[in-house]
Nanobody
């Protein structure tokens, strides 16, 4: 079973940056597509970004495109979300997820097989 641990969340002022990391267990990390999702209080879980196992394909929600590049370092079993130009509406718990089948769309939480426990990101105005 894949275990995922997010880190890097915190409190930041609008316009600032944070980098989230997600460390995965296992020896076949490069075979997993990885995604980031977020959930604000009272709202549904929302897709943020996804990356293929090789890192060659990425997808982004329109709300974060150009601000939140996703990347991965397969040698370190880690996926990153660089969060720039943060806005108060970005406040949420951010989750990483692993998809055991190749990335194909990859924007629905239903497509992912394993989840981390989340890290809180709070953006103040």
């Amino acid at each position: 079973q894949v275990q995922l641990v997010e880190s890097g969340g915190g409190l930041v002022q609008a316009g600032g940056s944070l980098r989230l990391s997600c460390a995965a267990s296992g020896r076949t990390f490069s075979s997993y597509a990885m995604g980031w999702f977020r959930q604000a209080p009272g709202k549904e879980r929302e897709f943020v970004a996804a990356i293929s196992g090789s890192g060659g394909t990425t997808y982004y929600a329109d709300s974060v495109k150009g601000r939140f590049p996703i990347s991965r370092d397969n040698a370190r079993n880690t996926v990153y979300l660089q969060m720039n130009s943060l806005k108060p509406e970005d406040t949420a718990v951010y989750y990483c997820a692993a998809k055991l089948t190749p990335l194909r769309g990859g924007t629905s939480w239903r497509e992912y097989d394993y989840w981390g426990q989340g890290t809180q990101v709070t953006v103040s105005s």
